[in-house]
């Protein structure tokens, strides 16, 4: 599977911007898709992540009711809308797939950078 993510920019505080991440090479409908961070400097850390049917969705504490994720198989696509956006939010975004019965992402797109401005 080949991921690639779209969508960064820069956006000031309290903005929204949409993620993309598109996959090809294979069907995402048997994966479960996750959202990851890092920050400069900082380790990567996990974001979101939805179950293949979509009907499962985790986020980090730290984004829970501003971020939502979201997939439509058909396009073989992956979502992340980020609302009331924060300067701690910066960081390069990657998307990352996995099969359901394995905890290890072995697919992982090439990021892109998100930059909140206060």
């Known amino acids: 599977v080949q991921l690639q993510a779209s969508g960064g920019g820069l956006v000031q505080a309290g903005g929204s911007l949409r993620l993309s991440c598109a996959a090809s090479?294979?069907?995402?409908?048997?994966?479960?898709m996750a959202w990851f961070r890092q920050a400069l400097g900082k380790e990567r850390e996990f974001v979101a992540t939805?179950?293949?049917?979509?009907?499962?969705?985790y986020y980090a504490d730290s984004v829970k009711g501003r971020f939502t994720t979201s997939r439509e198989n058909a396009k073989n696509t992956v979502y992340l809308q980020m609302n009331d956006l924060k300067p701690e939010d910066t960081g390069v975004y990657y998307c990352?797939?996995?099969?359901?019965?394995?905890?290890?992402?072995?697919?992982w797109g090439q990021g892109t950078l998100v930059t909140v401005s206060s």
């Open positions: 939805i179950t293949w049917s979509g009907a499962d969705l």
């Open positions: 990352a797939a996995r099969l359901p019965w394995t905890s290890e992402y072995d697919f």
């Open positions: 090479g294979r069907t995402l409908s048997n994966y479960v």
